[in-house]
């Protein structure tokens, strides 16, 4: 596979690489952020999702634990009542964030947990234990479902623990066989998917409309429309090229050192993301577009608060903007309103969206510097407004109901 950083960027597939970077950020934060890439086949999308396996960095757990348990926080059956001193004792390791994928042809036991064989017939120590499945060992990274709609189609056991996983952050999971206590445990793992909407058995929102709802964030992966982007993507994929390639990589030749810059920026921005909030004002303007446009899940608005702060760190900002939240706006809503509802919505924000920012100065005192920063695009400060314009943008802000 190409390394992350040799990855063509372009206009198209950019929103995706904003989305799998803020997830990351977050799920090493501690706080999952569930992203579904929507798009034709053959635009890249799970390559550059496969590929971020080559950035994740580091997490410590307990020495051993199957369960990814931090050693802060441990939560698996085994460790979640031991006293800090036992667990101390055990040490502590390093691994990689998980990053596992759930194929069509998983079975419920597999995504779960079932009975562990291998203790079971052991000739010298015969017992009876589970076995966690590839979500529980996925706790503190990332679970990648490739054409989840297809899964949600043909596999509604697996949905429904998706569902469970995904409710809430984080999740919870209940594994359970016959004639073993049934285990319970929470889970943080933020879930990536990919799908083409335009394939059988069509978008996932119409398949599974409960399952579309608990991702955060969803975005269309565009086309490249630059013939040096696809000449350069054609090179790459020719018979010759994959060659030498794959002597590249035999030989190590691929210079691995430049995916350290992303994995170095997503530990700086994480231990950011603890320390950053979002302005009231920012708070309101999310809470007046729910209530005046009727969205219907509040789920929404928690992704646009979630999405708008993870985008402003990435993009190196000491402060959450308008900007941020109008940038994600549109990936947090396109899979929970209808097209009409989206469309309307996105034109009132631009409207109004730098009065928002206007108002929400009204009863500060500001610095210059400060105002200019707030103050985009053909926005003017408040003092160079006439009363009478001022009175308009609040009735206009104001949301009607009737």
């Given at each position: 596979?190409?390394?992350?950083?040799?990855?063509?960027?372009?206009?198209?597939?950019?929103?995706?690489?904003e989305?799998?970077t803020?997830?990351?950020?977050?799920?090493?934060?501690?706080?999952?952020?569930?992203?579904?890439?929507?798009?034709?086949?053959?635009?890249?999308?799970?390559?550059?999702?496969?590929?971020?396996?080559?950035?994740?960095?580091?997490?410590?757990?307990?020495?051993?634990?199957?369960?990814?348990?931090?050693?802060d926080?441990?939560?698996?059956?085994?460790?979640?009542?031991?006293?800090?001193?036992?667990?101390?004792?055990?040490?502590?390791?390093?691994?990689?964030?998980?990053?596992?994928?759930?194929?069509?042809?998983?079975?419920?036991?597999?995504?779960?947990?079932?009975?562990?064989?291998?203790?079971?017939?052991?000739?010298?120590?015969?017992?009876a234990?589970?076995?966690?499945?590839?979500?529980?060992?996925?706790?503190?990274?990332i679970i990648?479902?490739?054409?989840?709609?297809?899964?949600?189609?043909?596999?509604?056991?697996?949905?429904?623990?998706?569902?469970?996983?995904?409710?809430?952050?984080?999740?919870?999971?209940?594994?359970?066989?016959?004639?073993?206590?049934?285990?319970?445990?929470?889970?943080?793992?933020?879930?990536?998917?990919?799908?083409?909407?335009?394939?059988?058995?069509?978008?996932?929102?119409?398949?599974?409309?409960?399952?579309?709802?608990?991702?955060?964030?969803?975005?269309?992966?565009?086309?490249?429309?630059?013939?040096?982007?696809?000449?350069?993507?054609?090179?790459?994929?020719?018979?010759?090229?994959?060659?030498?390639?794959?002597?590249?990589?035999?030989?190590?030749?691929?210079?691995?050192?430049?995916?350290?810059?992303?994995?170095?920026?997503?530990?700086?921005?994480?231990?950011?993301?603890?320390?950053?909030?979002?302005?009231?004002?920012?708070?309101?303007?999310?809470?007046?577009?729910?209530?005046?446009?009727?969205l219907?899940?509040?789920?929404?608005?928690?992704?646009?608060?979630?999405?708008?702060?993870?985008?402003?760190?990435?993009?190196?900002?000491?402060?959450?903007?308008?900007t941020?939240?109008?940038?994600?706006?549109?990936?947090?809503?396109?899979?929970?309103?209808?097209?009409?509802?989206?469309?309307?919505?996105?034109?009132?924000?631009?409207?109004?969206?730098?009065r928002?920012?206007?108002?929400?100065?009204?009863?500060?005192?500001?610095?210059?510097?400060e105002?200019?920063?707030?103050?985009?695009?053909?926005?003017?400060?408040?003092?160079?407004?006439?009363?009478?314009?001022?009175?308009?943008?609040?009735?206009?802000?104001?949301?009607?109901?009737?």
């Open positions: 596979m190409i390394p992350f950083y040799m990855l063509e960027r372009y206009e198209g597939n950019e929103p995706l690489f989305l799998v803020m997830s990351m950020v977050s799920t090493y934060a501690g706080e999952p952020l569930h992203v579904h890439a929507e798009g034709l086949r053959g635009t890249g999308k799970t390559t550059i999702m496969r590929s971020c396996r080559d950035i994740l960095p580091n997490i410590t757990r307990i020495k051993g634990c199957i369960y990814n348990c931090d050693p926080n441990p939560h698996c059956p085994l460790h979640r009542d031991m006293s800090l001193e036992e667990i101390a004792a055990l040490g502590s390791e390093e691994i990689p964030m998980p990053f596992l994928e759930i194929s069509h042809s998983a079975k419920v036991g597999t995504v779960a947990g079932s009975i562990d064989l291998a203790r079971l017939t052991d000739p010298n120590n015969p017992a234990q589970l076995l966690p499945g590839l979500i529980p060992q996925a706790h503190r990274g990648f479902i490739d054409e989840i709609n297809r899964l949600a189609d043909t596999s509604p056991e697996i949905t429904d623990i998706l569902l469970d996983v995904m409710g809430n952050k984080p999740g919870h999971l209940q594994i359970e066989e016959a004639g073993l206590p049934t285990v319970d445990i929470t889970v943080s793992v933020s879930v990536w998917a990919a799908s083409n909407p335009d394939e059988d058995p069509g978008p996932l929102e119409e398949i599974r409309r409960q399952l579309s709802d608990r991702f955060d964030l969803v975005c269309y992966m565009g086309r490249p429309d630059s013939v040096d982007v696809l000449a350069n993507m054609l090179e790459e994929n020719s018979h010759r090229q994959k060659i030498r390639n794959a002597m590249k990589k035999s030989s190590n030749v691929y210079d691995y050192s430049k995916n350290d810059k992303y994995r170095e920026e997503i530990i700086i921005w994480a231990q950011k993301y603890s320390q950053t909030d979002m302005p009231d004002f920012l708070r309101n303007f999310i809470a007046r577009l729910y209530i005046k446009h009727n219907e899940s509040i789920r929404a608005i928690e992704a646009m608060q979630q999405g708008a702060i993870l985008h402003s760190l990435i993009k190196n900002r000491d402060k959450v903007m308008i941020d939240v109008t940038r994600i706006l549109p990936l947090a809503l396109k899979h929970r309103v209808d097209g009409d509802t989206l469309v309307k919505l996105i034109n009132d924000v631009e409207s109004r969206g730098a928002e920012g206007i108002l929400s100065f009204k009863n500060k005192k500001n610095k210059r510097d105002d200019d920063e707030y103050f985009q695009q053909n926005a003017r400060a408040l003092k160079d407004m006439s009363r009478s314009e001022l009175v308009n943008t609040e009735k206009d802000l104001t949301p009607t109901h009737g």
